[in-house]
Structure formats: structure tokens, C-alpha cells
Nanobody, 121 residues
């Protein structure tokens, strides 16, 4: 059973920063692509960012390019989403996901429980 555990969400003012973390098993971390998605109230879940299993390729939604950065720490089996210059429209539940291939249109088979990010204006 693959477990993904997110943390780091919270309440922040517009223009502020947060860093989300996603802890995974060693096997998942080394063999799967990792992604971040978000779902705002009343909206469909949308792709935010992804990192290939090798850690070489990164993908971002246009709405977060230049503000968010996906990275990983191989010693901690953890993937991060650094979110800077946050906007109220970034408010959502953020989910970590794992799958065979990275990218906005790929299928992700495993999902975390989600962490709430709220950006006040």
C-alpha cells in the first residue's frame, strides 16, 4: 500500500509563502513521478506541478509558473512544493500524488489525504 502524507498547509496573507511537504515510501519515491494537484470549493481538481521519477523534469501549470517550485529531498523521501507570492485564488486543498509518468495529463494512481491552503486578501 502506497502512502503519501502531506503537511505544511495553513493560512497566509496574499503575497506570503508556504511550503508543502509530501512524505512517501522509499520505493515510491525512487520509482514514481510525483505531482501536486489542488481543488478549490466548487471547482474540479487541477494540476499544479509534477516531478519526474528521476528528478530531472519538472512541469507546472501556467497559473503557478514563476511562483511555485517543486523539488525533492532524496534523503527524506519527501517532495516539496514551495509556494511564493500567494494569491487568494491559490486557496484550495492541495493533494500529493504518485504515478508512473509526470505531467499534467498523466494518470496518478496514489493520492494523499490533502492539506488545506488558505490565502487571505
Amino acid at each position: 500500500q502506497v502512502q503519501l502524507v502531506e503537511s505544511g498547509g495553513g493560512l497566509v496573507q496574499a503575497g506570503g509563502s508556504l511550503r508543502l511537504s509530501c512524505a512517501a515510501s522509499r520505493r515510491t519515491f525512487l520509482s514514481d513521478a510525483m505531482g501536486w494537484f489542488r481543488q478549490a470549493p466548487g471547482k474540479e481538481r487541477e494540476f499544479v506541478a509534477a516531478l519526474s521519477w528521476s528528478g530531472v523534469s519538472r512541469y507546472y501549470a501556467d497559473s503557478v509558473k514563476g511562483r511555485f517550485t517543486i523539488s525533492r529531498d532524496t534523503t527524506k523521501n519527501t517532495v516539496y512544493l514551495q509556494m511564493n507570492s500567494l494569491k487568494p485564488e491559490d486557496t484550495a486543498v492541495y493533494y500529493c500524488a504518485a504515478g508512473p509518468l509526470a505531467g499534467p495529463t498523466q494518470k496518478y494512481h496514489y493520492w494523499g489525504q490533502g492539506t488545506q491552503v488558505t490565502v487571505s486578501s
